[in-house]
């Protein structure tokens, strides 16, 4: 009888030692930064820009989840993105990494240029539509990444005339659309 109570207690121990036991082949969560920088090319007459953008999140096996905030110059505005990030790992071949990236949210925009041309403007927030298609290529807990995209900037602002306070007031809809290229640096 001791010996069977000895036997069960130690399978009894033996299975709830090996469950707590790490399981290598399960990965969990983890934190990512990442920071981009490129340009924003459009049409003819509508102007190159700048861009940049800091994404930080969650990433889990093939998926990232995350928030970002970044900063475009546009030839007569500047707008202040704020956005949310989803990406997807299309394809992973060793350090190699093929990924979808769409981030939505929306733009403060502001036109630094409007005292000098005696404008009086007031502007609204606009939507944010940013699809990619990047590579990115990993090393420990550092990545760098190449990434295409369509970026979709939506403005609303009034702007009326100061000329001795007299003047048309003029409402306006306008999207800021460009191709993107960006260049990012990131930490795991």
Same mark, same amino acid.
């Given at each position: 009888? %001791?010996?069977?109570?000895?036997?069960?207690?130690?399978?009894?121990?033996?299975?709830?030692?090996?469950?707590?036991?790490?399981? &290598?082949?399960?990965? &969990?969560? %983890?934190?990512?930064?990442?920071? %981009?920088?490129?340009?924003?090319?459009?049409?003819?007459?509508?102007?190159?820009?700048?861009?940049?953008?800091?994404?930080?999140?969650?990433? #889990? *096996?093939?998926?990232?989840?995350?928030?970002?905030?970044?900063?475009?110059? #546009?030839?007569?505005?500047?707008?202040?993105?704020?956005?949310? /990030?989803?990406?997807?790992?299309?394809?992973?071949?060793?350090?190699?990494?093929?990924?979808? *990236?769409?981030?939505?949210? #929306? /733009?403060?925009?502001?036109? $630094?240029?409007?005292?000098?041309? *005696?404008?009086?403007?007031?502007?609204?927030?606009?939507?944010?539509?940013?699809?990619?298609?990047? #590579?990115?290529? @990993?090393?420990?807990?550092?990545?760098?990444?190449? &990434?295409?995209?369509?970026?979709?900037?939506?403005?609303?602002?009034?702007? @009326? $005339?100061?000329?001795?306070?007299?003047?048309?007031?003029? @409402?306006?809809?306008?999207?800021?659309?460009?191709? /993107?290229? *960006?260049?990012?640096?990131?930490?795991?």
């Amino acid at each position: 009888m %001791h010996s069977r109570v000895l036997l069960a207690f130690s399978v009894l121990f033996i299975s709830a030692s090996s469950a707590a036991q790490p399981d &290598s082949t399960v990965s &969990s969560p %983890h934190y990512f930064l990442s920071v %981009h920088a490129g340009g924003l090319f459009g049409k003819k007459g509508n102007g190159s820009s700048l861009t940049t953008a800091v994404v930080q999140g969650v990433r #889990y *096996q093939r998926f990232a989840l995350g928030a970002g905030i970044g900063y475009d110059a #546009y030839q007569d505005w500047q707008t202040l993105p704020m956005f949310g /990030s989803l990406s997807y790992d299309i394809l992973k071949k060793g350090k190699n990494i093929f990924f979808l *990236q769409f981030h939505a949210g #929306y /733009s403060k925009a502001w036109n $630094p240029f409007s005292n000098e041309r *005696q404008i009086s403007s007031s502007l609204e927030a606009g939507r944010l539509f940013h699809p990619q298609i990047g #590579y990115r290529l @990993t090393s420990g807990n550092l990545n760098v990444s190449l &990434s295409v995209g369509y970026k979709l900037q939506r403005l609303k602002y009034e702007s @009326t $005339p100061m000329w001795w306070g007299w003047g048309t007031k003029t @409402t306006v809809k306008r999207d800021i659309e460009r191709l /993107s290229f *960006q260049l990012g640096i990131g930490f795991r």
